[in-house]
Every structure is written in structure tokens, then in C-alpha cells.
């Protein structure tokens, strides 16, 4: 229902609606709240009043969390995976639905069917011969080995997501271009990322999104500290027979603000990507 047909609605059906959405507002914003104020209380009153607001706020969490579980050195490393793998899917998804979808070869079609299979292949279905590769090529405890995986993984979505966008794009526009002697490479560089940047935004936060919270790479391809991201440096603070309940929250908090940051910016343009990409289609 959108805003012209909730005005016109009876009344009842807007008091109904507008309830809906306050539940669900309720419901999706208070965990982060919750996770926000808890991680201002020791563990003692965590345990014994979980879901009350803190007596005494204090930030004594965030400067253990941050000096005792190495987190600076993990952020960091969240940072250069996401950076480098978003920049990354984002060129090369580009450039692919500009080929498949401008070049018209017979293959198109094919290369179009296996990018589709592609999103279908989830990461624990090829964990252990994606570990026994990497082992093999020496990529192991390796930037490298943990940038590559996410790139992999992330291209078959960003690809199909720029095929419908770019399918919208006229012909006879890139093709004038050609004429006048724009080489491929030009055409790409000048013409279609610029027309791309709605839904190159849009890739480029989903993207962002995904290797962000990614956790099973890191895991399971490096066993050195100072290559641990962010979500598995997290879970020290949870072990066997003891969870520091307010280090783990102080140190979720520091995992999400970034997501929420980057989101906040950008949302509008995820909204317009989106929406412009249906039309297209």
C-alpha cells in the first residue's frame, strides 16, 4: 500500500496500518537499542537485570574489548577485505553485463544460465574443496586467499542485478559512440558507468553488506590474529564454559555502527537503484 492509497483509505484501515508499521518499527529498532545500552553495563547487571537500561553507564567495555581482543588490528582487516572485494565485484560485474549484454555473441545466453547457477552454490557446500585449492596454491594465511572468495562469491548476484539494469540501455546510444570511434574501453569507462551509477550504488551497498558480516572465509582460511576480521574477533569473548556478555556487546556495537553509518548515507540511493532497475526491466 503506498502513501496515495493509505490517504485515501477509510479511516480504520489507515489507524491499522499505521499500527502495523509501529509494531514492526518497535520490533526491528529495540534489539539495537537493547544491544546499545547493554553494552554500557557490567556483567554482573547484565545477568541480573538483562533487559533494564543500565544504572551507571560506563564505556568500560568498549576500551577492554578494543585492548584485550586485538579489535583495531580486526577492524582494519574488515575494512581492506571490504574495500578491496566491493571495488572489486563492482568493476567486474560491470564490465561482464557489458559485454553479455552490448557484444549480442551466440554465448550470451549460456554465460547469462551459468551466472544465474552461480547464486545457487552456497559458501558451506564448497568450503572444504575451496580450503584444499587455496592450501594447494599456497593462498592460506593470505589476504589474498580471504579477497578472492568474497569477489567469487559476490559476482554472480552483482552480475545478474547489472544484466537487468544495463538490458535498458539503448543500443543505438553506445553504438553512435562506436561509430564516431570510441573504443570499448572508452564506451565502458565514459558511457556506461556513469549510466550505471544508480544501480552501481546499489551493488556497491549490498556488496559492502555481504563481506562485511561474512565470517566463515576468515575462519576457516587463516589462522593468524592479525588476518581476523572483525566478526570472528568478536567471538573470543564467548568461549566454552564463560561469555564476557558485556565485552561481546561493546564489541557488536563497534561491528554494526560501521554498517549502520554506511547504510544511513546511502540508503536513498539504494531505494533509487532498485526502483529504477525495475523499470528498466
Given at each position: 500500500m503506498n502513501a496515495m492509497n493509505l490517504k485515501r483509505a477509510p479511516l480504520n484501515w489507515r489507524l491499522a496500518a499505521y499500527l502495523l508499521f509501529l509494531i514492526f518499527a518497535v520490533l526491528t529498532l529495540f534489539p539495537l537499542l537493547w544491544l546499545g545500552y547493554s553494552s554500557l553495563k557490567p556483567h554482573a547487571e547484565i545477568m541480573l537485570h538483562p533487559l533494564m537500561p543500565p544504572s551507571n553507564p560506563s564505556f568500560n567495555n568498549y576500551i577492554k574489548a578494543w585492548s584485550t581482543g586485538g579489535l583495531g588490528g580486526a577492524l582494519l582487516n574488515s575494512f581492506v577485505y571490504t574495500i578491496t572485494a566491493t571495488?572489486?565485484?563492482?568493476?567486474?560485474?560491470?564490465?561482464?553485463?557489458?559485454?553479455?549484454?552490448?557484444?549480442?555473441?551466440?554465448?550470451?545466453?549460456?554465460?547469462?544460465?551459468?551466472?544465474?547457477?552461480?547464486?545457487?552454490?552456497?559458501?558451506?557446500?564448497?568450503?572444504?574443496?575451496?580450503?584444499?585449492?587455496?592450501?594447494?596454491?599456497?593462498l592460506i594465511n593470505s589476504r589474498l586467499g580471504i579477497i578472492l572468495p568474497y569477489i567469487a562469491f559476490d559476482l554472480?548476484?552483482?552480475?545478474?542485478?547489472?544484466?537487468?539494469?544495463?538490458?535498458?540501455?539503448?543500443?543505438?546510444?553506445?553504438?553512435?559512440?562506436?561509430?564516431?570511434?570510441?573504443?570499448y574501453w572508452y564506451v565502458f569507462w565514459k558511457m556506461i558507468i556513469p549510466l550505471c551509477a544508480p544501480v552501481a550504488a546499489t551493488m556497491t551497498i549490498l556488496s559492502f553488506l555481504r563481506h562485511w558480516n561474512e565470517f566463515l572465509f576468515v575462519l576457516v582460511f587463516t589462522t593468524k590474529t592479525s588476518l581476523k576480521s572483525l566478526p570472528v574477533a568478536i567471538t573470543q569473548f564467548a568461549g566454552r564454559l564463560n561469555i564476557e556478555y558485556g565485552l561481546q556487546y561493546a564489541s557488536l556495537v563497534i561491528g554494526i555502527l560501521p554498517m549502520i553509518i554506511f547504510y544511513c548515507v546511502f540508503h536513498n540511493q539504494v531505494i533509487k537503484g532498485f526502483g529504477e532497475g525495475a523499470l528498466k526491466e
Amino acid at each position: 500500500m503506498n502513501a496515495m492509497n493509505l490517504k485515501r483509505a477509510p479511516l480504520n484501515w489507515r489507524l491499522a496500518a499505521y499500527l502495523l508499521f509501529l509494531i514492526f518499527a518497535v520490533l526491528t529498532l529495540f534489539p539495537l537499542l537493547w544491544l546499545g545500552y547493554s553494552s554500557l553495563k557490567p556483567h554482573a547487571e547484565i545477568m541480573l537485570h538483562p533487559l533494564m537500561p543500565p544504572s551507571n553507564p560506563s564505556f568500560n567495555n568498549y576500551i577492554k574489548a578494543w585492548s584485550t581482543g586485538g579489535l583495531g588490528g580486526a577492524l582494519l582487516n574488515s575494512f581492506v577485505y571490504t574495500i578491496t572485494a566491493t571495488i572489486s565485484t563492482l568493476f567486474l560485474a560491470l564490465a561482464a553485463a557489458y559485454a553479455i549484454t552490448k557484444f549480442h555473441f551466440k554465448s550470451a545466453a549460456f554465460f547469462t544460465g551459468a551466472f544465474a547457477m552461480g547464486m545457487m552454490i552456497t559458501v558451506h557446500a564448497v568450503i572444504i574443496p575451496l580450503f584444499l585449492i587455496e592450501r594447494a596454491a599456497g593462498l592460506i594465511n593470505s589476504r589474498l586467499g580471504i579477497i578472492l572468495p568474497y569477489i567469487a562469491f559476490d559476482l554472480p548476484m552483482s552480475i545478474m542485478i547489472a544484466i537487468s539494469y544495463m538490458k535498458g540501455i539503448p543500443d543505438a546510444l553506445l553504438e553512435s559512440a562506436e561509430i564516431d570511434g570510441a573504443q570499448y574501453w572508452y564506451v565502458f569507462w565514459k558511457m556506461i558507468i556513469p549510466l550505471c551509477a544508480p544501480v552501481a550504488a546499489t551493488m556497491t551497498i549490498l556488496s559492502f553488506l555481504r563481506h562485511w558480516n561474512e565470517f566463515l572465509f576468515v575462519l576457516v582460511f587463516t589462522t593468524k590474529t592479525s588476518l581476523k576480521s572483525l566478526p570472528v574477533a568478536i567471538t573470543q569473548f564467548a568461549g566454552r564454559l564463560n561469555i564476557e556478555y558485556g565485552l561481546q556487546y561493546a564489541s557488536l556495537v563497534i561491528g554494526i555502527l560501521p554498517m549502520i553509518i554506511f547504510y544511513c548515507v546511502f540508503h536513498n540511493q539504494v531505494i533509487k537503484g532498485f526502483g529504477e532497475g525495475a523499470l528498466k526491466e
